[in-house]
Nanobody, 121 residues
Framework: QLHVVESGGGLVQPGGSLRISCVAS????SGWFRQAPGKEREGVSC????????HYADSVRGRFTISRDNVTNAIHLLMNKLKPEDTAVYYC??????????????????WGQGTQVTVSS
């Protein structure tokens, strides 16, 4: 069983920036997802185990950047130019498939507990 723990959520004003991170129990292909109240969980970004491939949802492309540090097993999501509609619980997920980079939750095996990101003035 893979283990994933997120950190770094909080309250930020519109237009601001925030970095959230997660640490996994090893080096795995990973993804960030989010779920707002009353909505389905949606893919935000993903990265392969090597870090060579990344994908972004259209709604965040150009504003968010995913990265990883395979020494510390950390995956980061830097979020810039945040909007109120980015408010959600953000989840980090890991997959045992090293080469996967998918925005579909069904392709990931293990999930963190989530971290709340609130964008509001």
């Amino acid at each position: 069983q893979l283990h994933v723990v997120e950190s770094g959520g909080g309250l930020v004003q519109p237009g601001g920036s925030l970095r959230i991170s997660c640490v996994a129990s090893g080096v795995y292909a990973s993804g960030w997802f989010r779920q707002a109240p009353g909505k389905e969980r949606e893919g935000v970004s993903c990265i392969t185990k090597s870090g060579h491939t990344t994908h972004y949802a259209d709604s965040v492309r150009g504003r968010f950047t995913i990265s990883r540090d395979n020494v510390t097993n950390a995956i980061h999501l830097l979020m810039n130019k945040l909007k109120p509609e980015d408010t959600a619980v953000y989840y980090c997920a890991a997959s045992a498939n090293d080469n996967i980079c998918s925005l579909s939750p069904k392709n990931f095996d293990s999930w963190g507990q989530g971290t709340q990101v609130t964008v509001s003035s």
